[in-house]
């Protein structure tokens, strides 16, 4: 068997995989019910979130604290106009109003390297939640604000359909000439504008389309939390638990951030009912442990055991 | 009128000498070792319930707790960086990925640190009263423990400062904040002297908490708000500039006692906003290259 046929065939089993993955989310509503819903709705939120984090700075470097700010502008849409507009235009309107806010903020602050734009970031988070607050309190007299109420169910499919979009495009992206400008801008932005690549339009298209995904998964999610407030909406546990997920998972690959949202996830749910008072110490630790000792991630990591089993294979026959 | 001036401007000055002393931390964790360090907040904490613990159960003197909570805390920063960041510095290829790994990994110590003082010490907001009378300041009063506060920021910056500018093992750590592989290739030894800096940083939280406490009531979750008011003082004065985040500090605490005077709802949106303006003007800070 030559090469090529080999390399067709295992990319023939892969869609297969994916596919009957699929297939099994789509129908799972109707033949699990309770629990097994609501924990796949925070393991896709935390998956859309993490995916979305990755399609950007993964292959820039650059490192964002905003993914918080997006998807909490994305929960205030809902709030604001989910009882007026058909949801499906809420969804839509979050997301684009993420968008907008991603072009300004990309634009305005893409020239900062390194970790300045990670805490500017991070301090546009806090900005738009002490502002809001103040404006929630003197305005309009209230603190929070309530949602419209949708069944798991219908909340579930929307987060998946979000899902299936981002993958989508991730994967175009990825294998795109746009994904290949982004890399090279990942290994040396000056040597990217020499051989002619738009960097800061590249850069600021991908961090709103990125943007996009999060702030449209903030408009369905709000729908579940029923009643928020600016502290609830922009909690920067958003921002920081996208970044550590696909540190554990491995940004190097388009599941290992899959993997790594889906496990943590899992993780904090259990650890939230069964070990509260020490969630956050075991939690903290994993992430401690995961960043010292899984450089590449989970995935990475997983590969180099598998390909060091390989080898020894190939040396005994 | 001049009044309500002098009683802006102390009050800013009192709570500026705090938030310097806090900043000047942080500067010299992320100015020389390169760990942006979100947990810093939990180090003023733990100075904070060290404080509180010594003088309800025992009876210190709070000021004297400063000697006692200091060099422990010095002292765990110090091992912190010698076992977690010495190998998260081995396993990074370059500067901007160590500088993005440390701060996560500061972001799990958080949740660690924070897990094990409420484990300890509960999540309930506990104060206690020291030196809490009066003092005529131009017309206006102040309370003596503030004063104090102030006093002793200073004077613990300004002996930091003369050490750093005099000896030298200040010298070395001037030389390290300037390029740690040339300080290195003049006989400098690098992780020491990195180690020591995020140690001393350790310490300058470790008396910050202190002096809190004494004007302030603490709880185990009060960490973050003092990690973003260093973060944003730090930028303010320039990101490694120790000076700077020292004049940044009072700067910041000025303001804020303005913005508080005018309408108090508003303190910590103007803080963002003066920091999120800042990136965007000047990165470099007010005293910034």
């Given amino acids: 068997m030559d090469i090529t046929t080999l390399k067709s065939k295992k990319s023939l089993i892969w869609w297969t995989v994916i596919f009957t993955i699929f297939i099994l989310l789509i129908f799972l509503p109707f033949y699990t019910q309770g629990y097994a819903v609501v924990l796949l709705i925070s393991i896709l939120v935390y998956v859309i979130l993490t995916l979305s984090w990755v399609m950007f700075s993964g292959s820039t470097g650059y490192m964002s604290l905003a993914p918080a700010a997006f998807f909490g502008v994305g929960i205030y849409t809902s709030a604001l106009i989910g009882k007026v507009f058909p949801f499906p235009i809420t969804v839509l309107v979050g997301g684009m109003a993420s968008f907008i806010l991603a072009i300004l903020v990309g634009a305005l602050t893409l020239r900062l390297k390194g970790i300045y734009f990670a805490i500017f970031t991070f301090g546009l988070v806090m900005l738009i939640a002490y502002s809001l607050l103040f404006f929630e309190i003197q305005v309009t007299g209230t603190r929070g604000r309530f949602v419209i109420v949708m069944d798991y169910n219908t909340i579930y499919f929307y987060m998946l359909g979000i899902f299936m979009l981002l993958l989508l495009t991730t994967y175009l992206i990825k294998n795109s000439k746009y994904g290949l400008a982004l890399r090279s801008i990942g290994q040396e932005e000056d040597a990217a504008a020499h051989t002619g690549v738009n960097v800061v339009g590249v850069k600021v298209m991908t961090f709103a389309i990125s943007a996009f995904f999060m702030g449209a998964v903030g408009s369905v999610m709000a729908t579940k939390l029923t009643y928020i407030d600016p502290f609830i909406a922009f909690s920067t546990t958003y921002s920081f638990m996208p970044v550590a997920m696909a540190i554990f998972g491995g940004t190097g690959s388009l599941y290992g951030p899959i993997i790594g949202a889906a496990i943590l996830t899992y993780l904090e749910e259990i650890l939230i009912t069964k070990f509260a008072e020490v969630y956050m110490l075991i939690f903290g630790a994993i992430l401690v442990a995961a960043i010292l000792y899984l450089p590449d991630g989970l995935v990475g990591f997983i590969q180099k055991i598998w390909r060091r089993l390989m080898e020894r294979n190939h040396v005994d026959t | ?289």
Avoid at chain 2, 74 to 98: M, P, Q, V
Avoid at chain 2, 242 to 250: A, E, L
């Fill in chain 2, 1 to 289: 009128m001049i009044t309500t001036f002098l009683d802006i401007v102390i009050s800013g000055l009192l709570m500026g000498g705090i938030y310097a002393l806090i900043a000047v931390g942080l500067s010299l964790q992320y100015g020389v070792a390169r760990v942006l360090n979100i947990s810093h907040g939990e180090f003023i904490m733990i100075g904070a319930f060290g404080t509180y613990i010594l003088y309800k159960t025992a009876g210190v003197n709070p000021i004297l707790t400063l000697a006692i909570c200091g060099p422990v805390l010095f002292l765990i920063g110090f091992f912190l960086y010698k076992t977690l960041f010495k190998i998260l510095l081995a396993f990074s290829d370059s500067a901007e990925i160590f500088e993005g790994k440390s701060l996560l990994a500061s972001f799990g110590l958080l949740f660690i640190i924070q897990n094990i003082a409420i484990l300890i010490w509960g999540a309930d907001i506990k104060s206690y009263s020291f030196l809490n009378i009066g003092v005529d300041l131009g017309g206006a009063l102040f309370p003596a423990n503030r004063m104090v506060t102030l006093l002793f920021a200073v004077v613990i910056s300004m002996t930091f400062y003369l050490f750093l500018a005099f000896t030298r093992m200040g010298k070395a750590i001037r030389a390290a904040a300037q390029n740690p592989r040339i300080a290195g290739l003049m006989g400098v030894n690098i992780n020491q002297v990195l180690a020591l800096c995020f140690g001393f940083g350790a310490l300058m939280a470790s008396f910050a908490g202190g002096l809190l406490s004494m004007c302030y009531p603490i709880t185990t979750t009060m960490g973050m708000e003092y990690t973003v008011i260093a973060i944003i003082v730090v930028v303010l004065g320039g990101l490694d500039s120790i000076v700077g985040s020292f004049i940044g500090g009072f700067l910041l605490g000025i303001v804020g006692s303005i913005v508080t005077y005018i309408e108090p709802g508003l303190a910590l949106v103007a803080y963002y906003a003066i920091f999120i303006i800042l990136l965007l003007v000047r990165p470099t800070g007010i005293l910034g290259k």
